[in-house]
């Protein structure tokens, strides 16, 4: 493993994903300056997910064609220059278009990274993206308080320094990205060599191979950890006050505590990826999950809430690395087209659906909501199920 150029990607991965994160940090002050309604708002928002899931494939499709390593720089530079941009903005439609250019440079961004860190990797794929998923997580967490504290301290001008990070990190992935090729290229050599050495001194080239059929149901089990996860995030604080009786303090806590504890939980799953096999991890974080977040909804009590906080974060966050090298590995010809699709996926699916679920509960209620997010997860784990054991991997 390269580690002093993965944890540059991961620095990269936090300077791309800072803007993602800010965006919805920004939003009241959109609503306060510039007399935006709901239905503005919630179309920036749903732009920005739809495009960032649809594109990012097509990207990795292309990043599978050519190795084209400037995508990384370009993307990093559109999303920070173009969100940036968003605060010497000031009518709707200008501001709706700078959103949307940041999501495009999100979107290319992501797959030509992840395929890099594959590459960079050696034996130890889970740790490697793990660290790597950390970085966006960083950037996620980041964004809101860079956004905040800039805008209050300078206006909405002061997103202006969103742009900076983006110049600096974006040439300093130009610069570095050939340094990184090589890298990977000597990772390949070396690893072809021991092969060789290992076979007698023959060379036996293995051609990847990609199992389409593994492929789409892995993309099922995304699309059902996806609903889940944003449901989590969408409604779970709601239901705490609303339902609980929580107050809004202890309400919007809880997500907190997930995202502190996802890091660790991150982290935990690479490294136990790399022991247990991919396929396992996602398989038993999946089905804890389903218990855990039965006992928070169901027992109708805020300290069974607070106490299943930590152990969901570890069964959502911790399957994280596992998903997409699972993605990867089953489509070993079209590292980058599984990359986008995994990561889109994974992030802004459930972005895109849950208006749905908010439309479920106007008419249903918040409990009912959460009930259904159970479903979602039960469904989520049955799909493991389904999974098959990649070639020659766990």
Known sequence: MQKKYLYFMAAAHMCDDINSGALPAVIPFFVLNYGMDYKSVGGIMFASCFLSSVIQPVF???ADRTQRNWF??????????????????????????AVTVMGIGSSIFHPEAARIVNSISGQQRGAAMSIFS?????????????AVGVITAFGMQGLGVFA????????????????????????????????????????????????????ARLTLVIMFRSLTFSGISSFLPLFCIQVLGASNAAG????????????????????????????????????????????????????????????????????????V???????AKS???????????????????????????????????????VLMSLLCALATLLLPQPAGRG
């Open 60 to 62: 990795g499709y292309l």
């Open 72 to 97: 990384m720089g370009m993307g990093v530079l559109l999303a920070g220059l173009s969100f940036g941009l968003t605060g010497f903005l000031t009518e709707y439609w200008a501001i709706f278009a």
């Open 134 to 146: 950390v970085g966006g997580n960083a950037g996620f967490g980041i964004g809101p308080l860079l």
């Open 164 to 215: 900076l990070v983006s110049l600096v990190m974006g040439s300093a992935l130009f610069l570095l990205a050939p340094r990184i090729k090589a890298a990977a290229r000597r990772i390949q050599e070396e690893a072809a060599s021991a092969a060789a050495k290992a076979d007698g001194g023959t060379v036996r080239p293995q051609r990847a191979a990609n199992d389409w059929r593994a492929f």
């Open 252 to 323: 919007s806590a809880t997500l907190s505590v997930l995202s502190i504890a996802g890091i660790a939980a991150t982290l935990a799953g690479g490294w136990l990826a790399d022991r247990w096999g991919y396929v396992s991890v996602l398989r038993r974080g999946c089905f804890l999950l389903v218990p855990l977040l039965a006992a928070a909804v169901f027992m109708q009590n805020i300290w069974v809430v607070y106490l299943m906080l930590i152990p969901m974060s570890f069964a959502m966050q911790g399957t994280y690395s596992s998903f």
């Open 325 to 331: 090298v699972l993605g990867q590995s089953y489509l």
């Open 335 to 373: 590292v980058g087209f599984a990359s986008g699709v995994t990561l889109g996926l994974s992030f802004s699916l459930g972005g895109v659906l849950v208006p749905a679920l908010g439309w479920y509960g106007d008419v249903c209620g918040i409990a009912a909501v959460m009930a259904l997010v």
